[in-house]
């Protein structure tokens, strides 16, 4: 069963401040991997998508990497910023489902993140 | 190009009641996933649709139920509700079942009293 796990739970950081987030699963059978971000009470907006064929995606100031041997992959978010506060979640979607390929994804519980002004 | 939209947004209902959860994809994707996100297990797969026959099936009782309609809007259903259903249920589209892209609806926030 696949297990995804953020740590730490929380990150409290100074504007400007380069950043790493860090993902880990369990099983490296997986599709892909993508990086969600979620402001308190809110929906999941869409940060990256990487398949299992790629080793990294940019936009903007995010870099996600993604090392599928050793079960990692992380978001580096550069010069941080007060409007980058918020909850970032990865989630995979695995390869060994029952029914074959198929769109459940597995989350962390994700990482709430605080950028100090 | 409108998101996912989900209704109503906000419900309290009573123990014992039913509801019925509403999710309309983006234009053109096919696939609707549900998901349950409390603080204490986060965000856990319910179930998945695609092209009206559901595809995957998350570890909840049969109280929890869906389904889809020709147009890929879906709807969820949890009969004889009980406090611990109290939760965020996000709704989330994509073209296809399988590796793409999932977009993520603001969700319905239930409440049970």
């Known amino acids: 069963k696949q297990e995804v796990t953020q740590i730490p739970a929380a990150l409290s950081v100074p504007e400007g401040e380069n950043l790493v987030l860090n993902c880990s699963f369990t099983d490296s059978a997986i599709y892909n991997l993508q990086w969600f971000r979620q402001d308190p009470g809110k929906g999941l907006t869409s940060l990256l998508l990487?398949?299992?064929?790629?080793r990294e995606q940019t936009s903007g100031r995010l870099n996600a990497s993604l090392d599928k041997s050793s079960g990692r992959s992380t978001l580096y978010i550069a010069a941080s910023q007060p409007g980058d506060s918020a909850t970032y979640l990865c989630a995979v979607k695995g390869r060994t489902e029952e029914a074959g390929a198929n769109s459940k994804l597995t989350f962390g519980k994700g990482i709430t993140l605080s950028v100090r002004p | 190009k409108a998101g996912v939209t989900q209704t109503p947004r906000y419900l309290i209902k009573t123990r014992g009641q039913q509801v019925t959860l509403s999710c309309s994809p983006i234009s053109g994707h096919r696939s609707v996933s549900w998901y349950q996100q409390t603080p204490g297990q986060g965000l856990q797969f319910l179930f998945e649709y695609f092209s009206e026959t559901q595809r995957n099936k998350g570890n909840f009782p049969g109280r929890f139920s869906g389904r889809q309609f020709s147009n890929s809007r879906s709807e969820m259903n949890v009969s004889t509700l009980e406090l611990g259903d109290s939760a965020l249920y996000l709704c989330?589209?994509?073209?296809?079942?399988?590796?793409?892209?999932?977009?993520f609806g603001p969700g319905t926030r239930l409440t049970v009293t």
């Open positions: 989330a589209s994509s073209l296809a079942s399988g590796t793409y892209e999932q977009y």
């Open positions: 990487i398949q299992s064929s790629q």
